[in-house]
């Protein structure tokens, strides 16, 4: 299982800016996947997930300015980012929960990276002020 993200770069603040992690070795529609960042000197942190069946999760910090979404046909998920800040600065990470069609867990389960089996190499994104 191969999970590769790009997309990321500079962007001004206010600016938009979408993310793709195109996945093989598994098809996106049957498992459930996250978006993750990193800032410097920072812990991994959560950033949007969604699952099999569509429900999707996100950070309050980014709740209304983060899309995530996925396209089954090209295996791909993605993160429409738009007002962005400063402060979401950080590399940006797709992640994969290698649960078959998993029905289970909450929010705080899709969460924590604990949850998550595969990881992107991930992509920097970059806002300036």
């Known amino acids: 299982v191969q999970l590769q993200a790009s997309g990321g770069g500079l962007v001004q603040a206010g600016g938009s800016l979408g993310l793709s992690c195109v996945v093989s070795g598994r098809s996106v529609a049957n498992y459930a996947m996250g978006w993750f960042r990193q800032a410097s000197g920072t812990e991994r942190e959560f950033v949007a997930a969604i699952r099999p069946g569509g429900r999707t999760y996100y950070a309050d910090s980014i709740k209304g300015r983060f899309t995530i979404s996925r396209d089954n046909a090209r295996d791909t998920v993605y993160l429409q980012m738009g007002s962005l800040k400063p402060e979401d600065t950080a590399v940006y990470y797709c992640?994969?929960?290698?649960?078959?069609?998993?029905?289970?867990?909450?929010?705080?389960?899709?969460?924590?990276?604990?949850?998550?089996?595969?990881w992107g190499q991930g992509t920097l994104v970059t806002v300036s002020s």
């Open positions: 992640a994969l929960d290698n649960l078959f069609r998993s029905a289970i867990g909450d929010s705080n389960y899709y969460a924590d990276r604990r949850t998550y089996d595969y």
